[in-house]
């Protein structure tokens, strides 16, 4: 479609259950200059008749037929075919809301240095087994401008994937997703779009209904395990922020943090100490490593400082705790869990 200013890429793979939905707040869209790129990636379940129909309906749905290879392979078969100057992003499971293309452009129109735009979310399901993504949703909501993106970025992903809009030339100046076996190629994605100079933002409003089903790949595949994504961005902190390091100091000494911090001596880097609150652990070493109060990091050499504690709140006070400190967050001090 010629006239398109966004192109929509959307994966499909056996939705259809949910995709009407999907595909229905795409033509209840406030903006209406779009085209949608429906990518099914080998469905065997109603969803090629219900995309056959809605493209007879309506030519902004272009559907690509392919055998099943997955959702990067499915994702890149849209990017190829994007040529319109913004590139949305949604999921068959999910639903746009009316403003959310019209809002997202002005954004990125009115802001040349912004690569990336995102929105708030919508989460509703409540359940114990749902307890993660609310957390996820509520903290994710709270990161709204292109600095918190970027200090917030080796915590979590900081925006969801399928609520992106993004300028089309970021594809070819940056590259689109990569199939790795054991990262999450959305994570992987941002990071590497940071790392290159990209600017993301969220436009401050829920413009998107995010569903989370049991079934959805990222609680049923390991690329999108905890693990996963602490060994992407450790990959990231060693090509970006501790490229010129050699040693780093952790916060947190606990065993679960060392775990994770222990992944940073695969890259040839050495913990010179760790920090923590717990008079336990206070004075003693750990595999051989000194622990110190928070008290004593003015007498420490200048070096990288990775907060790996996650716990609620915890991360809060040690940013509060760090903040008239040598260390300032962003340059020598990052936070990563």
């Known amino acids: 479609m010629n006239d398109a200013v966004v192109q929509i890429v959307m994966p499909v793979y056996n939705a259809a259950g949910t995709l009407p939905r999907a595909l229905d707040s795409l033509q209840a869209q406030t903006f209406q200059k779009w085209e949608c790129i429906v990518v099914d990636d080998g469905s065997i379940d109603d969803s090629p008749a219900i995309l056959k129909h809605y493209q007879n ?5 272009r559907v690509v ?5 997955g959702i ?21 499971d999910d639903e746009s809301l009316p403003r959310r293309l019209e809002q997202q452009l002005a954004l990125l129109d009115s ?14 399901q409540t359940h114990k087994t749902q307890r993660g993504y609310n957390l996820y949703v509520e903290w994710t909501n709270a990161i709204i401008t292109p600095e918190a993106h970027y200090l917030n970025r080796f915590i979590e992903s900081p925006l969801a994937h399928p609520t992106v809009m993004f300028r089309g030339e970021l594809i070819e100046r940056s590259g689109g997703y990569r199939e790795h076996p054991c990262w999450p190629e959305d994570y992987e994605l941002w990071l590497r779009w940071m790392q290159a100079g990209v600017t993301f933002a969220k436009v401050p409003e829920i413009l998107y209904h995010w569903t989370d089903y049991p079934e959805r790949l990222s609680r049923t595949d390991q690329r999108y395990s905890t693990e996963a994504f602490y060994a992407c961005k450790t990959a990231y902190l060693a090509k970006g922020p501790l490229a010129h390091a050699t040693t780093v100091g952790i916060w947190g000494a606990g065993r679960i943090t060392r775990k994770r911090a222990a992944l940073l001596e695969s890259y040839g880097y050495t913990i010179q100490f760790y920090v923590d609150i717990d ?3 206070i004075g003693r070493q750990v595999c ?7 008290e004593t990091l003015a007498q420490m050499p200048d070096i990288p400082l990775l907060a790996y504690v996650g716990s609620r709140g915890a991360r809060e006070a040690i940013r509060r705790r760090l903040k008239d400190t040598r260390y300032i967050e962003g340059v020598n001090f990052w936070c990563v869990a």
């Open 279 to 281: 008079p336990d652990k």
């Open 57 to 61: 309906r309506d030519k902004r749905f």
């Open 72 to 92: 990067v392979q499915a994702l890149n078969t849209g990017l190829d075919r994007c040529s319109a100057p913004f590139v949305a992003r949604m999921d068959a």
């Open 288 to 294: 051989g490593v000194p622990v110190l109060a928070p």
């Open 65 to 69: 037929s392919k055998q099943h290879a």
């Open 111 to 124: 802001h040349p240095g912004i690569g990336v735009a995102s929105c708030l979310v919508k989460h509703g």
